[in-house]
Nanobody, 122 residues
C-alpha cells in the first residue's frame, strides 16, 4: 500500500514557476514508477510526466517538454515536478500517482494522491 500527498500548488502569474511535491508513505516507494497527471473540469485526466523507479528515465507530454522537470528522491520518499514558464493553459488540478509499471495512461497507475490546484493567471 502506498499513500500519496501532494503539495506546492497555488496561484502564479504566467511565466512564473512552481514546484510540486508528492510525499509517499510505505517502504516500497523506491520500487514504484511515479507519474504526474492533471485534470480540468469536464476533461479527462491528462498525462504530464513520469519517472522510472530508479529515476534513470523520464518522459514528458509534448505540451510541457522543456518547461517541466520531474525528479525523485527515494531517500525522502518524494517525487517532484518543477514547473517553469507556466502558461494559463497549465491551470489544472495536479495529481501524483504510483505504478508498478507506469505509463502515460491513468489506468496504469495503482495509487493516487488527492490533488493540488495550480492556477496560472494571464
Amino acid at each position: 500500500q502506498v499513500q500519496l500527498v501532494e503539495s506546492g500548488g497555488g496561484l502564479v502569474q504566467a511565466g512564473g514557476s512552481l514546484r510540486l511535491s508528492c510525499a509517499a508513505s510505505g517502504r516500497t516507494f523506491s520500487s514504484y514508477g511515479m507519474g504526474w497527471f492533471r485534470q480540468v473540469p469536464g476533461k479527462e485526466r491528462e498525462f504530464v510526466a513520469r519517472i522510472t523507479w530508479l529515476g534513470s528515465s523520464t518522459y514528458y507530454a509534448d505540451s510541457v517538454k522543456g518547461r517541466f522537470t520531474i525528479s525523485r528522491d527515494n531517500a525522502k520518499n518524494t517525487v517532484y515536478l518543477q514547473m517553469n514558464s507556466l502558461k494559463p493553459e497549465d491551470t489544472a488540478v495536479y495529481y501524483c500517482a504510483a505504478a508498478r509499471k507506469g505509463g502515460a495512461r491513468p489506468t496504469e497507475y495503482d495509487y493516487w494522491g488527492q490533488g493540488t490546484q495550480v492556477t496560472v493567471s494571464s
